[in-house]
């Protein structure tokens, strides 16, 4: 069984940083894309940055420069250091990974996700 574990987030304020961190554990074969989405109240979930297992990151235009997504290849952490946060950034923020478990095949595994709060 795989699980994804998220800590952090919170209520902050604008201007302020915020680490969100997930942790995979579990039967594992190995692990593509790892990343985080988050959705704000009556909107559709969205993506925020994804880091594949070459090192390549993609970031959604609305947090370049802000946001930086890394990745811990020997704990199967991945890392999102929030920079500079507005009230817009505020939303739930769902760790996402592309995982294939042993004997199966790669799917999309979510963690439950976390309250990001921005505002003052």
């Known amino acids: 069984q795989v699980q994804l574990v998220e800590s952090g987030g919170g209520l902050v304020q604008p201007g302020g940083s915020l680490r969100l961190s997930c942790v995979v554990s579990g039967s594992i074969f190995s692990i593509y894309g790892m990343g985080w989405y988050r959705q704000a109240p009556g909107k559709e979930r969205e993506l925020v940055a994804t880091?594949?297992?070459?090192?390549?990151?993609n970031y959604a235009d609305s947090v370049k420069g802000r946001f930086t997504v890394s990745r811990d290849h020997a704990t199967n952490t991945v890392s999102l250091q929030m920079n500079d946060l507005k009230p817009e950034d505020t939303a739930v923020y769902y760790c996402?990974?592309?995982?294939?478990?042993?004997?199966?095949?790669?799917?999309?595994?979510w963690g439950q996700g976390t309250q990001v709060t921005v505002s003052s």
């Open positions: 996402n990974a592309q995982i294939r478990p042993r004997g199966g095949h790669q799917v999309d595994y």
């Open positions: 880091i594949y297992s070459g090192g390549s990151t």
